[in-house]
Antibody, heavy 121, light 110 residues
Framework: QVQLVESGGGVVQPGTSLRLSCAAS????????MHWVRQAPGQGLEWVAI????????SYADSVKGRFTVSRDNSKNTLYVQMNSLRAEDTAVYYC??????????????WGRGTLVSVSS | EIVLTQSPGTMSLSPGEGATLSCRAS???????LAWYQQKPGQVPRLLMY???RRATGVPDRFSGSGSGTEFTLTITRLEPEDFAVYYC???????????FGQGTKVESK
């Protein structure tokens, strides 16, 4: 079954760190770029980060640059994001998403169910 | 940075009616790399359209996309009960590689 399953969310205090994981199954994980996308409660979607299929390149949204680091372990079919110096505005459901680099666009064709991160004192 | 503005914010329609959703970009979208997603309450976003006008696998043909440059449209003919949801457009900017979403249009049942 083709799926992405996130884990690692929780309630943390401002200034602390958290690492999220995303386990992929049912497809060749090492062939795809992978993304993190987040959604604050009651709000829209915000792209967070991408990592190339082989981990050779990363790019981040300005809102998380310097605080978040995306990584992957293709031997374990797992995507990670290390989130440091967390702020209240980082509170959101974090989705991992499979990225498509095709002739007709750069988009997300598979999404996990998400994991909730709540940053609160 | 390209900003996507969706309109209207909310549409109140009845099943069987048609819906036209707009997505306007602040600059021309690279190669019309515009995608649309549907998100129902409590659910995960689902890819509907890519390349502005291409339907994703399994998407009914009552959904269609059009547009180019800075103006894009998602059209839903004959709304079904399962179509009431929030719809997001998304574009890709290659310099540097970043992805942005519109703020969403909610299609609600009247």
């Amino acid at each position: 079954q083709v799926q992405l399953v996130e884990s690692g969310g929780g309630v943390v205090q401002p200034g602390t760190s958290l690492r999220l994981s995303c386990a992929a199954s049912g497809f060749r994980f090492s062939s795809y770029a992978m993304h993190w996308v987040r959604q604050a409660p009651g709000q829209g979607l915000e792209w967070v980060a991408i990592i190339w299929y082989d981990g050779s390149y990363e790019s981040y949204a300005d809102s998380v640059k310097g605080r978040f680091t995306v990584s992957r372990d293709n031997s374990k079919n797992t995507l990670y994001v290390q989130m440091n110096s967390l702020r209240a505005e980082d509170t959101a459901v974090y989705y991992c998403a499979r990225g498509i680099y095709g002739d007709y666009g750069r988009y997300f064709d598979l999404w996990g169910r998400g994991t909730l991160v709540s940053v609160s004192s | 940075e390209i900003v996507l503005t969706q309109s209207p914010g909310t549409m109140s329609l009845s099943p069987g009616e048609g819906a036209t959703l707009s997505c306007r970009a602040s600059q021309s979208v690279t190669s019309d790399y515009l995608a649309w997603y549907q998100q129902k309450p409590g659910q995960v976003p689902r890819l509907l359209m890519y390349g502005a006008s291409r339907r994703a696998t399994g998407v009914p043909d009552r959904f269609s996309g059009s547009g180019s440059g800075t103006e894009f449209t998602l059209t839903i003919t004959r709304l079904e009960p399962e179509d009431f949801a929030v719809y997001y457009c998304q574009q890709y900017d290659p310099s540097p590689p970043t992805w942005t979403f519109g703020q969403g249009t909610k299609v609600e049942s009247k």
